[in-house]
């Protein structure tokens, strides 16, 4: 009634074989995709751990900054702000290393970076009171 029909010799093993290599491609992708991760998260944390001396010298000149105008102001307004800036900090410089900040006239906050004498790089940070406390905000 049913004839059967016989499976040819091969079929099968041509088979095993195309999923057996679908199975090494797929394990070869996610073992190179792991490695480009893994060398991804490493040159972050390499550039993370590197030492910067600009930033280590902004962070030194904003702090003593921050930390001469608390000293002199009791309470902390514009007006007052503006006044300590006009008499007390006019022509101060304050330095770290090759680089230097001061007051400019319009009551900025003037970082000039240098390396072997020579001016490398300047920033100017705005100075703000908000909330009786002392706000700085880079301005390009």
């Keep these: 009634m049913f ?4 499976v040819k010799k091969g079929y099968i093993l041509i088979y095993a074989l195309l999923l057996g290599n679908i ?3 797929t394990a070869a992708f996610l073992l190179k995709w792991q490695g480009i991760i893994l060398q991804n998260t490493s040159n972050q944390i390499k550039y993370l751990k590197k030492d910067s001396s600009i930033q280590r010298q902004r962070e030194v ?3 003593n900054i921050d930390k001469s ?3 002199n102001l009791e309470s902390i ?8 800036i006009d008499e007390s900090y006019k022509d101060y410089k304050w330095y770290c290393e090759d680089s ?9 906050i003037i970082i000039e970076f240098c390396k072997n004498s020579k001016l490398y790089k300047k920033e100017v940070y705005g100075i703000n009171v908000l909330n009786s406390n002392l706000k700085y905000k ?3």
């Design 77 to 84: 307004s514009e007006e007052k702000l503006n006044i300590c």
């Design 138 to 140: 880079r301005e390009y």
């Design 23 to 25: 199975c090494i491609l």
């Design 69 to 71: 105008l608390y000293d």
């Design 3 to 6: 004839k059967k029909e016989r």
């Design 61 to 63: 000149l904003l702090s």
């Design 100 to 108: 230097y900040a001061y007051f400019d006239e319009n009551k900025n």
